[in-house]
């Protein structure tokens, strides 16, 4: 059977179809739909970890307990689940065992653009690369079976283009899922320095094994040679590949579909009959690296940039002297859209917390997620943003580095998602070292930026089903904040926020705040349709402050009158909290 699926949804078909066991992972753009389509078969035990250090783990444990298992990130999650990775690329799986990392060049929804091939040659571990939806399905499928032949786990890295696009895909039965027999070994399975000294032996040796079968067995068609003109041959792999096979028909291809290890011996034959090579990848020179190294002459990044995505009129703009045939509409009649800078969401429960953060003037570290918009206008008021959780230890490094005068005007601001992932180590180390910090838990009761997923404290699982819920309240008390230093408060009450914030930076000891009311995008954060803020016109002053806050569901008309979007307006009420004059009131 044919269906069309995106690339994401086809790694999910693969491994269903190779009868995987147990998928867990964190929710991460471009990656999160593989485990919210792994959710839709049943017999798949399927969750959202805490992070994906967690996942990873997980599903190690389950490949050894003889069930095939995957695990799934983007790309700077893999930065996270790296202790495991490195280490399981040493002792082995026993049942087929699968790394999903979707990489994100272009920086569409990320704070880096680091290139995850890297981690495939520092863990030894081998990476397939598909270019669309079909060979995401077949290399998924393929990787149990390659896992399981070599001993070895196996990395899938996707792309956001890759990820996102959809493609044709042909499906076929699942195999059943079955368990195989589980051996203790402690020489294998216990990475002691004396064991691991000769696994790494193992490791070498099966990575030379799986060049020299991949040179000798192209049959499983994870690498295409495509010969046509050979005054031009070109190596490349991925979402590249289609790219170059727009921009240029003619040419002599060498698709990898593993780009680590290399085919040697394949790529010196491929090199061999062409009159010129170049390799075209995107971010770093990783290919052309390895391929060098290999003593065959080629181009690479001397021709193309570093930065970004590629496109087919880039590749035809460097390597031919044609150029892609124009559009045939004429744009330049078309109605340009006006500009609009990125803004939080009507009725946003982050935005009143923010603006308090901006009329005090304190130093605010912030993290990943929706929350980092708070950065921009109107709130202006997040200093720092590097990686989930790392608003709680830089608050505790900004109190170490003044000792403890920076606490008086600074605040850490994290989600609830982003906590539990990374945050709640932080703040226990913080209290543990004598921090006088703050910390402001924004707790909208779900996985905001990557599309409303559950996690631990939300009461209910990937599948929706009633799970136990975390107190953030009882879960910070428990490392150590006193109960008096724990408090709660609405966001969208943004002179609260403001007076509860100061009383909390005076505190000579680390304090929460938990800032709490649902995501506005969410059933429990929607107001009652229809039911919107009013205004009176004769109360209103013209003063523009409900303008300021910049909601997207309150328009400035004639004569800066404010007007209320009624298909917007989410009757949160900020609007109502910031005007002095009553002109604005929430509706009953």
Known sequence: MKEIMLGNEAVARGAYEAGVKFVSSYPGTPSTEITETIAKYPEVACEWAP???????????????????????????????????????????????????????GMHSSQNEQDSRNYARASKVPMFEPSDSEECKAYTKYAFEFSE???????????????????????????????????????????????????????????????????????????????????????????????????????????????????????????????????????????????????????????????????????????????????????????????????????????GLFLALHRLNVNVTGDIG????????????????????????????????????????????????????????????????GSSMTLIILDNSITGMTGHQQNPSTGKNIRLEAAPAVSLELLCESVGVSKEAIRVVDPVETYECEKIVKEELARDAVSVIIARRPCALIPTGRAVKGINVGVDYEKCKKCGACGRIMCPALIMGKDRMPVVDTETCNNCGLCVNVCKFGALSKGE
């Open 51 to 105: 992070n994906e250090k967690v996942g990873a783990e997980a599903a190690i444990g389950c490949s050894i307990r003889g069930g095939r298992a995957m695990t799934c990130m983007k790309h700077v999650g893999m930065n996270v689940c790296a202790d495991p990775l490195f280490t399981v690329s040493y002792s082995g799986v026993n049942a087929g065992l699968v790394f999903c990392v979707a990489d994100d060049p």
């Open 149 to 351: 032949k070599y001993d070895t786990p196996v990395i899938i890295r996707l792309h956001t283009r890759v990820s996102h696009s959809r493609s044709i895909v042909t499906t076929s039965d699942p195999e059943p899922i079955t368990i195989k027999e589980y051996i203790k070994d402690s020489r294998k399975y216990v990475m002691m320095p004396a064991n691991a000294i000769g696994k790494h032996v193992v490791v070498e040796d099966r990575t030379r094994k799986i060049i020299d079968d991949s040179d000798s067995d192209l049959n499983v068609g994870l690498h295409k040679i495509e010969m046509n003109d050979t005054s031009l041959g070109i190596i490349t792999a991925g979402a590249s590949y289609q790219y170059v096979k727009d921009a240029l028909p003619n040419a002599s291809v060498l698709k990898l579909g593993m780009v680590w290890p290399i085919p040697e011996k394949t790529i010196k034959e491929f090199a061999s009959k062409v009159d010129r090579l170049v390799i075209v990848e995107e971010l770093d020179p990783f290919l052309e690296t390895e391929i060098k190294a290999l003593g065959v002459a080629c181009e690479g990044k001397s021709l193309f940039t570093l930065l970004g995505e590629y496109s087919a009129r880039l590749i035809r703009s460097v390597l031919s002297n044609e150029a892609l045939p124009e559009s045939s509409i004429d744009t330049s009649k078309l109605p340009t859209a006006p500009g609009r800078p990125p803004v939080l969401c009507a009725g946003c429960p982050h935005k």
């Open 370 to 433: 929706c929350y980092t918009l708070g950065a921009l206008p109107p709130m202006q008021a997040v200093d720092t943003v590097i990686c989930m959780g790392a608003s709680v230890g830089m608050a505790h490094g900004f109190d170490k580095a003044t000792d403890g005068e920076a606490s008086r005007n600074t605040v850490g601001v994290i989600g609830d998602s982003t906590f539990l992932h990374s945050g709640i180590t932080n703040l226990m180390n913080a209290v543990y070292n």
